[in-house]
């Protein structure tokens, strides 16, 4: 039998400010269902999942929508997220169950994230360092002003915009955000703690699938993705 020995953050604590009406973004629907669903369901098709953290605002964990619980519901903790992003992560990070030693974070806004980049970024945290999913930067690259004047052009040689789901030893990855919280450091990326501390990240080849929905034009360029092959 495999061992249950990873665990899972999905965030989905954000406002959804950038995007139109009342509804959260993480609860509208996208390819069939709830955004947020897509992902809880593809981390629970692997048998080494133990657990999937799911971290929502303070006003919708006491009383989740009734579509989330279209899951393995014994392997599902509803977490309540906090302030920032880092603060959300660390409450599920405390939720976790003892038995887990790889931890997978992941954006609830990322709902087509494959099954083959999951594996690759877990494949990798096993190998005992932290792994981020990323494309390579094609495009030229300049910095501007506040005002939009260039700046100064960017070289493009090694950068890589990066995805999630991320994923880590738990104890390394433990250890980054008790630092990072004891020195008033916030981050957007988990890898960064890491990196803060001098501790090594790899990144595994992303996906186009596994685009960040931000605003509402996204949604209509994610639901076209539903429609090409893996």
Wanted: charged residues 25%.
């Amino acid at each position: 039998m495999t061992a249950q020995d990873v665990g899972v953050i999905i965030v989905a604590a954000g406002s959804s400010s950038r995007t139109e009406g009342e509804e959260l973004k993480q609860f509208r629907w996208i390819g069939g269902k709830p955004m947020l669903l897509h992902s809880l369901q593809t981390f629970q098709e692997r048998t080494d999942v133990a657990m999937v953290v799911v971290v929502l605002p303070k006003k919708y964990a006491g009383d989740p929508p009734p579509w989330l619980f279209q899951c393995d519901v014994e392997r599902m903790l509803v977490s309540v997220g906090g302030r920032e992003r880092s603060d959300s992560v660390r409450n599920g990070l405390e939720d976790l169950a003892d038995g887990v030693s790889i931890v997978a974070v992941h954006d609830a806004a990322r709902p087509f994230a494959t099954a083959a980049l999951i594996d690759r970024v877990i494949t990798e945290a096993r190998k005992g360092h932290g792994a981020a999913p990323g494309i390579r930067v094609v495009d030229t690259i300049k910095r501007a002003d506040e005002n939009g004047n260039v700046v100064e052009t960017i070289s493009r040689e090694g950068l890589w915009r990066i995805q999630t789901p991320q994923a880590f030893p738990r104890e390394m990855l433990e250890k980054a955000y008790a630092d990072a919280h004891d020195a008033g450091v916030a981050a957007t990326d988990d890898a960064s703690l890491l990196e803060r501390l001098g501790q090594p990240v790899v990144i595994v080849p992303g996906s186009a699938r596994a685009m960040k929905i931000t605003t509402d034009s996204d949604f209509a360029r994610a639901e076209a993705l539903t429609i090409l092959p893996e």
